[in-house]
C-alpha cells in the first residue's frame, strides 16, 4: 500500500481563533472521509501528522465446536467386543487418553452489550449477580487483548 501526502496550510477562523484544518475532495476522498467523521491524530515524532478515519468496535458472538480424540480401554468378555461401546456411551470407563483437534468456527454475529450481558449471564449462570465489569474482566475479550492459552 502506498501513502500519500500533502502539505496543508492552517487558516484560523476569524471569529473564535480556531484553527481550522482545510481538506479538500481529494484528500477527503483519499482519506475515506466525510462530513462529520472522526478523525484520529498520530504523531510521527518527525514534525508531521498521520490522520486516519477512528472506527467504531463492536461485538462479535463467535461460536465454535472443539473437537476431541478420546481414547478408553475397557475390559469385556472375549465373545462380546460390542460391550466396551455401551461401557463409553453409559460414561462408565476411564479415559484412557485425549488429543485436542482444534475448533471449527460454525457461526458468527455482531451482538449488543446489553445481549452479550444477557447471553453471559444464561451460559455463566454462577456469576449473574456479577456486575457488568466483572464480567467483561473475566469474559470478554477486548481489541488488542492477547489471552495466554
Known sequence: MTSKSWTVVL????ETGDLILPLNDEILKECNLKEGDDV???DNKDGT?????KTKNVWVMVEAVSQ???????E????????AL????????????????????VSHRVVSMDEAIKIC??????CSKWNNEQKMNAFFTKDGEKVEQ
Open 11 to 14: 487558516e484560523e477562523d476569524p
Open 40 to 42: 484520529e491524530w498520530i
Open 49 to 53: 501528522w498521520t490522520m486516519k478515519k
Open 68 to 74: 476431541f480424540r478420546m481414547r478408553y480401554m475397557v
Open 76 to 83: 469385556v468378555p472375549e465373545d462380546h467386543p460390542e460391550y
Open 86 to 105: 455401551d461401557t463409553v456411551v453409559m460414561n462408565e470407563a476411564k479415559e484412557f487418553s485425549q488429543e485436542h483437534l482444534g475448533e471449527t468456527i
Open 121 to 126: 449471564d444464561v451460559d455463566n449462570d454462577y
